[in-house]
Nanobody
Framework: QVQLVESGGGLVQPGGSLRLSCAAS????????MGWYRQAPGKQRELVAV???????NYADSVKGRFTISRDNAKNTVYLQMNSLKPEDTAVYYC?????????????????WGQGTQVTVSS
């Protein structure tokens, strides 16, 4: 079993910055893609950013130039640096990870999700 634990959310004024972290632990051989998603009240969960094991990145158009995703493979951790925050960035942010593990039936990949962390941008 694998757990993803997020941290770093909170209340920030428009124009401010926050850094989210998500650490994976448990039965992990390696991690392929890691990503951040968000869900605002009354809206569907949407992709914010994703990073591959080779550190290629992809961002939602709404956050390009303001958010930066990075990862530390030695720590099985993914980060999201959020700058120039806007009220429309307010949401619960979730991390996920595609984890490769070895079990009784051989190799397998499972997608895990964190519990979510609230980000509120308001004056």
């Amino acid at each position: 079993q694998v757990q993803l634990v997020e941290s770093g959310g909170g209340l920030v004024q428009p124009g401010g910055s926050l850094r989210l972290s998500c650490a994976a632990s448990g039965s992990i051989f390696s991690i392929n893609d890691m990503g951040w998603y968000r869900q605002a009240p009354g809206k569907q969960r949407e992709l914010v950013a994703v990073i591959t094991s080779g550190r290629s990145t992809n961002y939602a158009d709404s956050v390009k130039g303001r958010f930066t995703i990075s990862r530390d493979n030695a720590k099985n951790t993914v980060y999201l640096q959020m700058n120039s925050l806007k009220p429309e960035d307010t949401a619960v942010y979730y991390c996920n990870a595609d984890v490769k593990s070895y079990g009784s039936r051989g190799w397998y990949v499972t997608t895990y999700w964190g519990q979510g962390t609230q980000v509120t941008v308001s004056s």
